[in-house]
């Protein structure tokens, strides 16, 4: 079996190349950025390692075709990291192929000449493990960079770029936070009522050494945090010793991305919040009353 | 300027439940339309407005697709037409097909500018349905898309990065998905679902469009319920929020995790 990994310009990807290599066969990184990423991934552990090029003024996204076109009729299994990036490239690849897309994977292995995969579905809600047989495109948790272990040889392919360009590009106001990195966070809901009562969070976040987090309508819909610390389905799935849902109701699109926490406190005013059927310790109450005694008793 | 929303027919899976064998029980979980995809018509209907273009809404699935209340939950957020992909074949299609299917739709419609999506469906919530539909169609795609205008004959896209934003432009028709928070949705009124009624629907077999086969086959051999850790499901009395406080300090502290 011969496996491809598509690559966007980040070399994160440790999880993708230990996938591979556990499958046996030839394993080849279709890397698109610039050549030291492609370096660091040749020495990541794959066999090779084609680069299509640093994309200079284009986004990676413009490479998709020309990633699809370098990845052919190879058959076997593609996979991507579960970034932007990445899945469009490995769209792309997909579509070319005409292969099956899995995400959600969490274990991936051989068997004959096809795949068994068993993966989340339906938003967490239930697990399945499929007979895969035929290309298959595979998005994977990316996983650290892959450390040092060996000299690839990195191949150059002249890519033409699709008709996309970058104009501008702007740093957010957010400060960013790294949320799957935190030993403990505090996740703020709808439960809080003003933007100005977040300094009463934080207070609670930095009173227990906590990174701060949030349901999907603080950073989406309401703009009071950055994108990066909303905690869900489609943002960052945690696993901390220890998570504070604050006025959060305990719908599953948050949940799934708490479930690996050690311990969950849940503080909310309705005793019938679905978030306690899911808590270690749950306080029904007001969290403008609760939170500031909780911030005192940890100091 | 002619533009394709693709939506989605689909129920919520907070409103599924799950047997002890991990099967999905879907009948008690009504369909909708999916919960993203309004604000993708929204951004559509905007571009279309301020161009003179035209929004046509795209869906394939099966048959209950193209059932009259599906029909007029679409048609009533300002789509000017819509194609409906309406095959029993697509039940329990997966990503590549749909999205083999809806690009055969595409280029069936003829002509297209853009095809915006909603960021996510809210059954499955891959986000890989409209990055397959720009590979099938050799177009580029873009997720997170915040706002989309036309400048000098150039699709301005303007989108969410990891620590900031990005401003893009594209020369061709492009696959744009759209962040959650592109825009804010109109509700439709009695007006627009009266409306909905008298807009032209072209409703189409998969047969009738140009689809390639796929090639693999993915068969189920187990499903589960997820693995969850057991809780403690311990309440604390809060009457007196600072005995409550310092009683869930104890109970950390024991447990080891402060």
């Known amino acids: 079996m011969s496996t491809w990994i598509v690559v966007a310009g980040d070399p994160a990807i440790g999880n993708l190349v230990e996938t591979a290599r556990a499958l046996g066969g030839q394993v080849t990184a279709a890397v698109v950025g610039p050549r030291a990423v492609a370096d660091t991934i040749a020495a990541g552990g794959v066999d090779r390692v084609v680069w299509l090029g640093d994309p200079g003024q284009a986004p990676v996204e413009a490479y998709a075709s020309a990633v699809a076109d370098a990845v052919g009729a190879a058959g076997g299994a593609v996979l991507g990291a579960s970034r932007p990036g990445d899945r469009v490239l490995l769209g792309a690849v997909a579509a070319r192929l005409q292969?099956?897309?899995?995400?959600?994977?969490?274990?991936?292995?051989?068997?004959?000449?096809?795949?068994v995969v068993t993966r989340t579905i339906c938003g967490g809600i239930a697990e399945e493990t499929v007979m895969v047989a035929g290309p298959v495109a595979l998005v994977l948790d990316g996983g650290p960079v892959?450390?040092?272990?060996?000299?690839?040889?990195?191949?150059?392919?002249?890519?033409?770029?699709?008709?996309?360009?970058?104009?501008?590009?702007?740093?957010?106001?957010?400060?960013?936070?790294?949320?799957?990195?935190?030993?403990?966070?505090?996740g703020i809901g709808r439960g809080l009522k003003a933007q100005g009562d977040l300094a009463m969070i934080e207070a609670l976040a930095e009173a227990s050494k906590a990174e701060l987090g949030c349901s999907r309508p603080v950073a989406e819909g309401l703009n009071w945090l950055g994108k990066d610390r909303y905690i869900g389905v489609s943002g960052q799935h945690i696993a901390p010793d220890l998570y504070f849902a604050v006025g959060i109701s305990g719908q599953l699109q948050h949940m799934v991305g708490v479930r690996g926490a050690k311990t969950i406190v849940a503080i909310n005013s309705d005793p019938n919040a679905l978030v306690f059927k899911?808590?270690?310790?749950?306080?029904?109450?007001?969290?403008?009353?609760i939170v500031p005694a909780l911030t005192e008793a940890l100091k | 300027m002619k533009i394709v929303v693709a939506y989605?027919?689909?129920?919520?899976?907070?409103?599924?439940?799950?047997?002890?064998?991990?099967?999905?029980?879907?009948?008690?979980?009504?369909s909708g339309i999916s919960e993203y995809d309004p604000v993708a018509i929204e951004l559509a209907r905007r571009l279309a407005d301020a161009t003179g273009g035209e929004v046509i809404g795209l869906t394939a699935g099966p048959k209950s697709v193209d059932a009259s209340m599906a029909r007029k939950a679409a048609l009533s957020r300002g789509f000017d037409r819509a194609v409906i992909v309406a095959d029993d074949a697509l039940e329990g299609a997966g990503t590549t097909e749909l999205a083999a299917v809806l690009a055969a739709a595409v280029r069936h419609i003829g002509e297209v500018n853009l095809v915006i999506t909603g960021d996510s469906s809210v059954d499955v919530g891959a986000r890989m349905v409209p990055v397959v539909?720009?590979?099938?169609?050799?177009?580029p795609a873009v997720g997170e898309v915040t706002?989309?205008?036309?400048?000098?004959?150039?699709?301005?896209?303007?989108?969410?990065?990891?620590g900031g934003t990005q401003v893009l432009e594209i020369s061709g028709p492009a696959?744009?998905?759209?962040?959650?928070?592109?825009?804010?949705?109109r509700i439709p009124g009695m007006r627009d679902i009266l409306a909905a009624g008298k807009k032209p629907v072209e409703t189409l077999e998969v047969t009738a469009l140009d689809v390639p086969a796929g090639g693999t086959t993915v068969s189920v051999t187990h499903t589960s319920r997820p693995d969850l850790k057991a809780r403690k499901q311990q309440m604390i009395d809060t009457a007196d929020p600072a005995a409550a406080a310092a009683e869930l300090v104890d109970a950390l502290r024991s447990a080891g995790v402060l």
């Open chain 2, 175 to 185: 696959v744009l998905a759209a962040s959650t928070n592109a825009a804010v949705p």
């Open chain 2, 133 to 139: 539909l720009a590979g099938q169609l050799g177009w």
């Open chain 1, 278 to 289: 899911e808590a270690d310790y749950g306080l029904v109450g007001d969290l403008y009353q």
């Open chain 2, 147 to 162: 706002a989309v205008s036309v400048q000098a004959g150039l699709l301005r896209v303007e989108r969410d990065i990891a």
């Open chain 1, 99 to 115: 292969a099956a897309v899995l995400t959600e994977a969490s274990s991936v292995s051989a068997e004959g000449d096809g795949l």
């Open chain 2, 8 to 30: 989605k027919w689909a129920p919520n899976p907070q409103d599924a439940s799950v047997g002890a064998d991990g099967v999905v029980d879907w009948s008690r979980a009504k």
């Open chain 1, 146 to 186: 892959p450390a040092a272990s060996g000299a690839a040889p990195v191949e150059e392919v002249t890519a033409s770029p699709l008709g996309i360009t970058v104009v501008e590009t702007n740093a957010s106001s957010f400060e960013q936070v790294d949320l799957s990195a935190a030993a403990r966070v505090v």
